[in-house]
């Protein structure tokens, strides 16, 4: 089925009013712009459902009031830009079962692929951390088995670390992950 996309600069509003009638496809918004999301090799979509089962697992142990949404939810960044992150993490209560958006996430996360490596590690990063909520936004390499790790400190300041083996601590919300939880069963 072939979607013709908007060739207007649409706001959010406008771009969520047109996704919902889509039959098919995962689309973002930069710029005004609408973009087509490539098709996702079995590789990255494994790590997808892997990160969100983990992260919810980590939910639960901790104890914390959170959600985990996977793959479908628009995250509001600006009047003309939206991202639809591969999972993250809110706190409860959830949005509304009609919601398109959630507008408080803590945690964003982006699987990386070559096609969108660029993107994920500049406009989506500087984006992600537009909203007052984000703390914490990782990159996931399923190549190379690495989370990227940027994150709002004090003052705003964002650091970065690369995490290759071991646990990820995430405060806020106070949840930890293990490497090997997501990465040991993706290649078999």
């Not at 999972?87 to 945690?107: F, M």
């Not at 992600?128 to 190549?143: G, N």
Request: aromatic share 6%; net charge positive; glycine share 6%.
């Amino acid at each position: 089925m072939n979607v013709t996309l908007p060739t207007r600069r649409l706001t959010v509003d406008q771009f969520l009013a047109w996704a919902v009638r889509q039959p098919e496809g995962k689309y973002e918004l930069v710029d005004g712009v609408v973009v087509m999301q490539q098709s996702q090799k079995w590789g990255h979509s494994k790590i997808k459902l892997e990160l969100a089962l983990v992260l919810r697992e980590a939910i639960r142990k901790a104890g914390v009031a959170c959600y985990v949404a996977s793959d479908g939810p628009t995250v509001r960044i600006g009047k003309h830009k939206a991202f639809v992150p591969d999972a993250l993490v809110a706190p409860l209560p959830e949005p509304n079962w009609e919601s398109l958006e959630v507008a408080d996430p803590v945690i964003v996360v982006e699987v990386l692929s070559p096609s969108t490596a660029r993107m994920d590690e500049t406009t989506k990063r500087d984006g992600y951390f537009r909203v007052p909520s984000v703390r914490h936004y990782l990159i996931v390499d399923p190549d190379i088995q690495t989370i990227t790790h940027h994150k709002r400190g004090r003052g705003g300041v964002l650091t970065k670390r690369i995490v290759r083996k071991g646990t990820l601590t995430l405060k806020p919300p106070g949840i930890e992950i293990a490497l090997a939880d997501i990465f040991g069963t993706a290649r078999t």
